[in-house]
């Protein structure tokens, strides 16, 4: 998700995530009340999903798409 701050009335903050193998992702933190308005999306493919069903022992998938957002905070 891309974003940019308009007319800020909440702190924003991005964070690394530090002790990770994952070091092109960021964290980002923003008080309650903030507002998002979505400005693109973009479709970037579909990929399987899982998830282990406890009661029956059983691996579920799911076809999931996946996207990137370009989002304003303000």
């Not at 974003?3 to 690394?16: A, E, I, M």
């Not at 022992?57 to 303000?74: A, G, T």
Request: a positive charge; hydrophobic letters at 30%; proline letters at 3%.
């Amino acid at each position: 998700m891309g974003s940019t701050l308009l007319s800020p009335r909440t702190n924003v903050y991005v964070f690394k995530q530090k002790g990770t193998d994952k070091g092109h992702e960021k964290e980002v933190v923003f008080a309650s009340g903030a507002k998002l308005t979505k400005v693109k999306e973009h479709y970037i493919t579909h990929r399987t999903a899982y998830k282990s069903d406890n009661n029956s022992q059983q691996l579920l998938e799911k076809l999931v798409p996946i996207y990137v957002l370009e989002v304003n905070i303000s």
